[in-house]
């Protein structure tokens, strides 16, 4: 295990600003505003900013003030923030990032976590395929296998308790049926969404119309889960080799995610939006990254299926934020043993960036009971 820290290198950095400086923008539909993607006049104001006043060396600075390593696990490098509670009784915490975020996620709710009589061990690792970790994409099986053995070999824990959302969510239940005596209880705030092999006719009312909600969903908003899942090496080499194009592919599912009433910055500030395209590219995963759907959906497709997708045991909380597809409790149920089910006020995808403190009340609330 090394200390780590991020110290992206200056031409990088120019070679950012030159391609910034050079965009071949595109044409667009008189007021576009979000109904064709992304809103293009508010992603030239991001882009401006991002060329004029955005700072990536404070935001460097600003990271690196967490404590934060590498580890190789089964020759798979493996970053992660590890920062102690200071509580003599901290209790380990892992903390599994989704897409298109990153271990920035959790960066506002650390401070919480880490305080306080009831404090965690917090551990957030970079997916592999993700910013600081290795360039390899995998199914949620394999990483939640990778990230017991950074939990139980590398940081000696003898118990933990784990959260995720989005794509961290996935692999949160996958440690939980994998490590079932390391993993006490486990968080989240999505559990799992229909397949297509399910049988509706032996459902509650309120999960049908949630499966036909989500189905129409698809149809709107999916294109970028099918072609990941299928084609994403083709999109691949536009959002690495366009700052534009990735900041675009990104931004989009920030604004159409959260719960922002209307307006993208009402929930995340620039600063916060350039930094976490920037993890994306100055480590060049964005491809890599995409690749995790086509690993997954390959193993999801496969005889034997994966662990992520079956029912949890280990006792689950479940917060279902607004901003949120709005399953029922019974589909929460038919995903894990569901002891907490809470409809938050406010909030959306991205909830520990979103609403930190609420999100990080909720967790606390949680696993204070065990």
């Known amino acids: 295990m090394q200390p780590f820290k991020i110290d ?18 595109t044409d667009e539909p008189k007021n ?5 993607g992304t809103n293009p006049m508010y992603l030239k104001e991001l882009i401006t900013y991002w060329q004029n006043t955005y700072d990536w060396r404070k935001q460097e ?22 920062v102690k509670g200071e509580h003599q009784n901290s209790k380990p915490l ?26 965690f061990d917090v551990v957030v690792p970079s997916i592999p395929g993700f910013g600081f970790s290795d360039k390899l994409a995998m199914n949620t099986d394999q990483i939640a296998g990778l990230f017991g053995k950074l939990m139980k070999d590398i940081l000696g824990y003898f118990s933990c308790f784990a959260a995720g959302g989005d794509l961290g969510a996935i692999v949160t239940k996958s440690l939980a049926n994998q490590f ?37 969903w698809m149809m709107r908003e999916g294109a970028y889960n099918m072609i990941q899942s299928t084609k994403p090496q083709t999109l691949g080499y536009g959002l690495n080799d366009s700052p534009v194009g990735l900041a675009s592919w990104i931004l989009e599912k920030f604004n159409t995610w959260s719960d922002n009433q209307g307006n993208i910055e009402n929930t995340f500030t620039k600063d916060e939006l350039l930094t976490n395209i920037m993890i ?70 991205f909830a520990a960036m979103e609403q930190p403190e609420l999100w990080a009340e909720e967790i606390k609330s949680f696993f204070r009971e065990y």
């Open 8 to 25: 992206i290198s200056q031409s990088v950095l120019d070679d950012l600003q030159g391609r910034l400086e050079k965009i071949r923008w």
């Open 94 to 119: 892992l903390l599994t990032h989704g897409w298109p975020d990153s271990f920035y996620r959790f960066y506002k709710v650390i401070p919480m976590l880490t305080s306080g009589e009831d404090s």
């Open 180 to 216: 079932p005596n390391l993993v006490k209880a486990i968080h989240l705030t999505d559990v799992g969404y229909p397949t297509g092999k399910e049988d509706w006719s032996k459902m509650s009312e309120e999960e049908r119309e949630y499966g036909q909600f989500i189905q129409q």
């Open 32 to 36: 576009a505003d979000w109904n064709y």
């Open 280 to 349: 994306y590219w100055v480590t060049q995963t964005i491809n890599s990254s995409i690749r995790t759907y086509y690993q997954e959906a390959k193993a999801a497709n496969s005889v034997e299926g994966l662990q992520s997708g079956q029912k949890v045991k280990s006792p689950t909380g479940v917060a279902l934020f607004p901003g949120e597809a709005q399953f029922p409790k019974e589909w929460a149920n038919r995903m894990a043993n569901v002891e907490r089910y809470t409809k938050m006020a406010k909030g959306g995808h």
């Open 61 to 82: 600075t600003e990271l690196n003030k967490l404590s934060q390593f590498t580890v190789q696990i089964e020759g798979t490098l493996i970053h992660f923030v590890h």
